[in-house]
Structure formats: C-alpha cells, structure tokens
C-alpha cells in the first residue's frame, strides 16, 4: 500500500501566478493552455462582425439558416485554433483572429452595408 506522505513527496510550489506561467516544467501544457484561452476569450469580440452579420436581417424570412451559420461559425474557429496551434504555438492566435476579423467584416460589407 502506497502512502503519499507530504514529507517525501515532490511538490511544485509557486509563490504567484507568474512564477507558474514562467516555469519551464510542464511548459507545453502550459503553452496550449494559454493559446485556448486567450482564443476563447478573444472570440466574442472577433466575431462582432458575424455576430452583427447574422442579427441584421430579416428573421422572418431568414430564420431557418441562423443557428447553421451560428454553429458553422463557432466550429470553423475553435477546429482552427485547435489544429493550428501545435505547428505554430503562439502565431496561431494572429494567424486565426486576422483572417477571422477580415472574413466576418466581408461578410458584414457584403449583406449588411449593402443592403442598409
């Protein structure tokens, strides 16, 4: 019978935050840790123009396709992150969100300011 004794155990103390993002033990956990939230934490304003693209119409007529899109939306980002983001580390956050502000904002021009 194994008894984890604090005595004997290796522990890995951290005084702040800081000294556990800057350590080097677990360190690519800890990187895709980082990248997956600050991802989910950017999504929400990255996809203002979608959002804005997709409540901007008439839902009478447009209604059946708006939860497709929503689900398109969400699924194309977060499958883009997560397969980007072991080849390229810490540049998938501006390789995902620059060409993800510029297809929403086209998609925005094209439906919304063209028509209102």
């Known amino acids: 019978m194994f008894i984890n ?5 290796d522990l890995t103390r951290y005084e702040t935050p800081l000294e556990f ?3 080097d033990y677990r360190r690519g956990n800890k990187d895709r840790k980082l ?3 600050t991802m989910f934490s950017l999504f929400p304003l990255a996809s203002l123009f ?5 409540g901007i119409v008439h839902t009478r007529h447009q209604k ?4 497709l899109y929503l689900f398109i ?4 980002y977060f499958v883009s992150t997560l397969a980007l983001q072991k080849p390229l580390h ?3 956050i501006p390789t ?3 060409p993800w502000l510029i297809a929403t904002y086209w998609l925005y021009k094209k439906r919304i300011l063209a028509r209102f």
Do not use: E, N, P, R
């Not at 004794?5 to 155990?9: G, L, N, P, R, V």
């Not at 979608?50 to 997709?54: D, K, P, R, V």
């Open 64 to 67: 059946s396709y708006l939860y």
């Open 5 to 9: 004794d604090m005595m004997q155990a």
């Open 21 to 23: 993002w800057l350590s």
């Open 96 to 98: 995902v969100l620059v």
């Open 35 to 37: 990248i997956l939230g």
């Open 90 to 92: 810490f540049l998938t």
């Open 73 to 76: 939306g969400i699924v194309f």
């Open 50 to 54: 979608l959002a804005l693209t997709l």
